[in-house]
C-alpha cells in the first residue's frame, strides 16, 4: 500500500553533507500514527537506525549519530529528508527509507547506494 522511494547522489566527498529525500505515495507523512524512519547498511555489517520523523514532525536519532544527522519534511510534496554532515568513508553504505505503524505494517523503500569517496 505504502510506496517509498529513496533519490539523491550516489557520490559524496568527504566532508560534505549527504543529503536523500524520500518520496512517498498511498500514505501521507501527517498520517496518524506513523513513524518514518531513515536506516542503512554499511558493506557486510547489519542495519543501523538513523532516526525518525513521526507523523506530528517531531524527530530522533540515534545517539551515535545525533550529532551529524537532521531529518526533515515537506508536507507538500509529501517527502522527508535526511541530511548527514561531515561524512566520512565509514559512511559509505545503502540507505533506506521506511514507514512504520507499531502492530499494523512496515514498509520500505528498495534502497540506494551512497559511497563516500574524494
Known amino acids: 500500500q505504502v510506496q517509498l522511494q529513496e533519490s539523491g547522489p550516489g557520490l559524496v566527498k568527504p566532508s560534505q553533507t549527504l543529503s536523500l529525500t524520500c518520496t512517498v505515495s498511498g500514505a501521507s507523512i501527517t498520517d496518524y500514527p506513523i513513524y518514518w524512519s531513515w536506516i542503512r547498511q554499511p558493506p557486510g555489517k547489519g542495519l543501523e537506525w538513523i532516526g525518525y520523523?513521526?507523523?506530528?514532525?517531531?524527530?530522533y536519532y540515534n545517539p551515535p549519530l545525533n550529532d551529524r544527522t537532521s531529518i526533515s519534511r515537506d508536507t507538500t510534496k509529501n517527502q522527508f529528508t535526511l541530511q548527514l554532515s561531515s561524512v566520512t568513508p565509514e559512511d559509505t553504505a545503502v540507505y533506506y527509507c521506511n514507514a512504520r505503524k507499531y502492530g499494523l505494517f512496515e514498509y520500505w523503500g528498495q534502497g540506494t547506494q551512497v559511497t563516500v569517496s574524494s
Open positions: 520523523i513521526g507523523y506530528n514532525g517531531d524527530t
